[in-house]
């Protein structure tokens, strides 16, 4: 199955980047403000790429990744839970708090 999706691997990120632009383009045309929040990674490489990509293309972006634990986590899930969430609002309140955007 690898060797059968191994093109696919090739032009991942450009599609993803593709994507951020034209939501970036759009948020724009629309008198908005397009934010990319990263809540998790699985890959720190991937995710330090795309911080990197946004920021030389001047798109808003919060890395509010943490390692969860069943403290913040839904018993038996893998999503968190309300202290989970609280946690990650309080990354984008954060940011927001401290950005001028108007």
Do not use: W
């Not at 946004?54 to 839904?74: G, P, T, V």
């Amino acid at each position: 199955m690898k060797q059968l999706n191994r093109h696919r691997k090739k032009i991942q990120k450009k599609i993803t980047e593709q994507i951020f632009m034209d939501f970036n383009t759009m948020s724009k045309e629309n008198n908005a403000i397009f934010l990319v929040v990263n809540l998790h990674y699985s890959n720190k490489n991937n995710a330090n790429y795309y911080e990197e990509f946004l920021n030389k293309n001047n798109i808003h972006y919060i890395d509010c990744a943490r390692n969860l634990n069943e403290k913040l986590l839904l018993k038996g899930d893998f999503h968190p839970n309300a202290r989970g969430h609280k946690m990650y609002s309080n990354c984008i309140k954060n940011y927001l708090d401290n950005k001028l955007f108007f």
